[in-house]
């Protein structure tokens, strides 16, 4: 009997070797361990054997059993990687196929810059306030220290809603809500859309303005400086400089224009540089010191006399920033809604 | 504003002392900024004087000649010339290889037709002499051959061009720039004496000044004996360097006076002043006036007017009238020399449109103190040019001259400015600036009394006096110091401004993360294209650049879509763009018809922040056509869930076209009426309509000409930001359940009037409280199901947060749910 379970047993592993595929695996385990398996009808006939026999043949015949399984096991595992080599030696994608991408949003640049002159000053203690657009004459020049017909008015050229009523040429009039409302100390940031009845390559009707405002007790001009400094080098570079220049504007005295460093010509000016035609310096900035007309409008007059209350103020365009560091060759671009413009930011 | 060097530096002693780049750099420095220098030797280098020696046909060309010119010394050279006007022996102008002309022409040796020319003979249009020229220039018999042309011309001067503030009316004289220049390099202005006249006198004309303020003071000179004639050529040019045109010597030198010492003033033919005197006195209305550039204007009744005894012989400030203009047979002047109110001068001047260089000098003030010696000077050069004899002069004035006094403490400068300046230096420049400083001797470190000058009106605080020892010291000795932070920031609990901002900025935000671009478009455009979409604005410009810039925008919407077809008119090979634009920014609204202030803050015109947008084309940016797909409603509808969610709002609901109850006259009904009506929802923020959202109307679509389906929404910002999740507030965590949920699929059969989210909230509301959620997962309309009906696969799923569920009571609530479907919606079980 044991050299039937032998001949049996070897003849399996002979089989199981050579099978080719899972199927046929399968008909050699039933041939052999099924019920009406060859191994398994010699054990049937176990009965007949003596009882001194009978535990060398069921070891004989269990050591065939686990044989035959383990051999089972690796030629299944043989056959199923070599099944796994040909499907996988069949799939193939091209690679360089486009990929399936889903939209990608953009902010617009002004929105951005805006975004990050914001932060910059937030830093140092400013905070952000708006206001309308459309605004009272009274609110945009009177009280900015322009009344009627001062030649000042001519530097912005201003649409009229009605009487008494214009689109805001620039921010200033938010500043003059915000210190009627409340009390000093003052430290805010007003941005948002101005417009000037100006339209050509480099003015447009509609354009962004950030200005700034501090006032507290013994503000000097010196924190101003200072204050444009640390924005200018967030924004520009930490090697940025600046240069303020006596200016002329109705809300501030003194008055200052300001400009940075050029960021292309960082270590020497080229005479042919695009972005400050050779000059080494980029005009972004109007800046001074708060006009005492201001704080006698906005109901801070006796403390301006009495507590040497003072401050300073200045104003950015935001496009001109923009165009700076995003390279942007035409201001038109910004308002023509094109997504081929969008998209890229 | 043009100053002459030469001319500046016969005030100044400059020469030696700095270039005119140098001088322009310092002024610059000093807030007189120089926009550009104008040399007049700019592309004269390389031209000379040379004579003709020998003219010889050309052997090619028969209208060119060949001419051997000499410099005087060295070999002739022989020049290609197409002129004809020139003979041997002239005298013209040589440009030599390497000159690059006023006109942009470079000089090359080259041959011409085969001959060799070494230069060219300049004709005056070229060196941009004149407009136009025959021939080439023929320079005088007298002319020194091998000269710079620059030189024999006089062309050695060099022209400053300034942009001015609008607060230095005192610079826009030669002599006011020299006096800056003066304080600026520490040099003392000079000018030739001026012999005062006697203003104590009687006139032939009678000086009357009516308007009280308007006009304070007038001087006037009355000079017999003068002959009208041309100009002498060192004033025709100097005038002509400064942009003026030379009339005759005597309105020359009331044009030369103005450029140097700032004043306007103007002179009359004496005898066309009828009934003896010159009134002042403010226009009748209707009145009409004659003015020197030949135009009749009618005066409105608010302006002053210069008249004689009969009628209006000048805009006082602005122009003279033609009547009484000096002509060539004149012969006897009357001058005046007035002061007027500079707003008054500038409303005039706009009002006829004339802003005439007198008119700019007018409106921004100019030193009261000076007419006695501006009138003094005008005869002097009046005399001087054009003959004839002073005979009397008079000067009428209302009240005097008060100079204002500022009161500042020495260490107010150093303290304000935040820069080194001690007492005694800011004291020594306002010296330099003319300014008295008066000292209370007796107390050091005492406030001072400071009076500025006459002729510096823009100095009357202490800032403006700040703001000159920092310009004169240099803005850049100012030092760079942080301020101090003196109280906390905003709260963003407390300021709603700030809450706002970072709402604006999430829904930016959120819009981009969902694959939205943000355009920015102006906040107006045309009434005709607002028309397009059915809707007008109520706030439009009095004055706008063009009809395009007129109409304030109710929506942006009609924007939105302009910015779409704008884009699809680019194609990217036979592909239209894909549009996934979004805005947000205020939208005007006016209740009144007409907009007026009322009182100093409100403008009636209320500003409410709108979020819209548009979308078209493709639902993924990349990949295979085939594998795309177009967009549709669910994806406009995604765009607007996911902004709801991540903004946290609640109580916005949505609901179809059919339920609307927004009709004719409502604010919104235009926005409405541009949707596809089974293709859009009504937005409902509470009670209130917020917006609308769905496929552009097709037919709107077509008159449009639109390439592709285009689904718009807009949403009013400012009511979602109310319902909104305030920006302080974080989102609360959700738990969920740890035991495992129990889902059911239904495959139903239900009428098409049935609305999905019925069938999903009568399931839910049935199921409680194990069915937690409910979701349609599948929508079937066609011939696997009869006509009118729709099989709706639903999935709901059950659980419970603290126990595991048992089959039984999934299989309950299952059943309820079945029951209410049945009863509440008709809904059966598809077999």
Redesign the interface.
Known sequence: MIEKLDAIGSQALKDLETAASLDRLEQVRISVLGKKGALSEVLKSLGAVSAEERPKIGAVANEWKRKIDAALELRKAQLDKAALDVQLAQERVDIS????????????P??QTT?RIIQVF?R??F????G????????NFE?ANIP?????R??QDT???????V?RTHTTSVQM?MM?AQSW?V?ILCPG?V?R???DATHS??FHQIEGL?V????????L???L??FAQELFGADAKI??????F?FV????EVDVSCFQCRTKISPTCRVCKGSGWLEILGAG?V??RLFDVAGYGEDYRSKNL?G?AFGLGIERIAMLLYGIPDLRL???????F??QF | MRISWNWLSEMVDLKGVVTPEKLAEIL????L?VEGIERQDQGFGKVITAQILERLPHPQADRLSICNVTLGTGEPLQIVCGAQNMKVGDKVALAQVGAALPNGMKIDTGKIRGVISNGMLCSEEELCLKDSAEGILILPESTPVGRPLAEVLGRNDAILVFKL????GDCMSHWGMAREIGAALGLKPKRAAIPLLDFKGKTPVTIQLEAGDLAPQFYGCYIEGVKIGPSPAWLVKRLEALGSRSINNVVDASNLLMLELGHPTHAYDADQIKGGRIRVRLAKPGERLKLLDAQTITLAGTELVISDGERAVGLAGVMGGEDSEVRPQTTRLFLECAEFN??QV??AAFKHQRRTDAAQRF??GLDPSALGLVTSRLAQLIVELAGGKVISASAVQLGGQTRKNITVQPQYFQ?????QVSPEKAEQILLDLDCDVFKAEAQQGSAWTVTAPTYRLDLS?K??L??EI??TLG??K??????????A??SIYT?A??S??ALL?LT??T??????????????TSKAWLAKFGMAST???????SEE?EA?VPSLIP??V??AL??WR?HFGSEA?????FEL??T?HSAKP????T???????E?RWKLSFAISGPR?????QN??GELDFFDAKAILEKLLESLGARGVRFQPQSASRVAAGHPLFALKELLHPGKSIEILAGKDVAGYLGLLHPGKSRELKAQAALWIGEIDWDMLSKLSRPVYESKPFKSWSEFPPIGRDFALLVKDDVTADKITQVALKAGKPLAKVAKIFDVYRGSQVSEGMTSVAVRVIFYEETRSLQEAEAEAASTQILEAWKKELGVVLRS
């Open positions: 196929l486009p990929a399936r991408t889903p939209h990608r949003g953009a902010l617009h002004i929105t975004q937030s140092i203690g905070d952000v306030v708006t309308p657009e459309v605004e009272t004459d009274y609110l009280a009627a017909d001062h030649p000042a001519d530097m649409f009229f809603m009605g009487p008494g009523v689109l809500r009627r100390p430290r859309a417009y009845s100006d339209s009707p509609m501090w507290d007790q013994n503000v000097k001009m010196s924190d400086k200072g204050t400094l640390f240069r303020l220049r006596p200016s002329y109705p005295e003194p008055g200052a010191m006009h005492p003072t300073f910004m308002f023509q809604g094109d997504v081929r969008l998209n | 610059t420095s000093r807030g900024e503030t609008a607060n230095r500079p707003v500038r409303r409106e921004k303290d304000f400015l935040g820069m605080i800032e403006d700040a703001e920092a310009r803005y850049d100012i030092s760079a110091t942080i301020p101090k932070l003196t109280s920031p905003q300021a401004s700030a706002r901002m900025n930016k935000e819009l981009k993360a969902l694959g939205l671009a943000e355009t920015i478009g102006f906040a107006f706030a439009t410009v009095i004055n706008p650049l810039h304030l924007t939105l302009k910015n704008d884009c680019h763009l894909p549009i996934r634009l920014r205020p005007f007409e907009i007026c202030a009182g100093e803050m409100e403008t009636g015109v500003e993924w940016a990349g990949g295979l594998e795309q």
